[in-house]
């Protein structure tokens, strides 16, 4: 008897925008889940449950414009700052009559914190904390003179974001129906940096989050 031979061939190539595979009919692979741009949704519900609002097969619940998922689980919260800002507050110039002007790029800094979180029937662990950055682009700056005057360009300027330090406290709670609830209690430090040939500037921003899983 003659044997059917079947071949299926899926086509896979890599995002430039996500880095994520894009596995044809299935969308992008993330770690937890695959999202089909086409339909605007994850594939899947969230498999931590409902981290980031009420709809969890909707990306980062429809924050796209302020928030990431890498892994297409949970983030820990997003922060932003103007990397121009920071720079003309610390760098001092030549006199104080100069006033200094954007020239090109985005000083705009956005970042998302994230992490990895285990739950299971023996509680919840919380790991892999990092951070990672959605908008940085390098600028520039010019201070001009009261008459208009271009005095000095500062070029080569950017923005980033690192974490500092972070903490986790885990504690429990015994519930009345002998139910167990886990709770993750995340700190995390972010120094929001500004970097140039003329000097690095840098401030402080401390994110909160619990995470919490009940065990019957």
């Not at 997003?78 to 200094?100: I, K, Q, R």
């Not at 001009?144 to 005057?149: A, M, Q, R, V």
Request: charged content about 15%.
């Amino acid at each position: 008897m003659a044997k059917a031979v079947f071949k299926v061939f899926l086509t896979v190539f890599f995002d430039k925008f996500t880095g994520k595979p894009n596995v044809e009919g299935l969308g992008y692979a993330f770690l937890f889940r695959s999202y089909q741009a086409g339909l605007g949704k994850w594939t899947t519900s969230d498999p931590l449950g409902y981290p980031d609002g009420w709809n969890n097969f909707a990306y980062c619940n429809n924050r796209t414009t302020s928030c990431f998922d890498w892994l297409g689980g949970e983030k820990i919260d997003s922060g932003s700052y103007s990397a121009y800002l920071l720079f003309v507050m610390n760098y001092v110039a030549n006199s104080e009559d100069w006033t200094p002007q954007l020239n090109g790029g985005n000083p705009l800094v956005q970042y998302d914190i994230n992490c990895s979180v285990t739950k299971n029937k023996t509680g919840i662990t919380v790991s892999n904390i990092n951070i990672s950055i959605v908008v940085s682009q390098p600028f520039s700056v010019s201070y001009i003179d009261e008459n208009g005057n271009v005095k000095i360009t500062l070029t080569g300027i950017s923005g980033s974001a690192i974490i500092t330090s972070s903490d986790i406290n885990y504690h429990s709670t015994k519930n009345s129906d002998g139910s167990t609830t886990y709770y993750a209690d995340v700190t995390v430090t972010v120094s929001e940096v500004v970097s140039s040939q003329n000097g690095t500037f840098s401030q402080t921003r401390t994110f909160y989050k619990t995470f919490s899983h009940t065990v019957e």
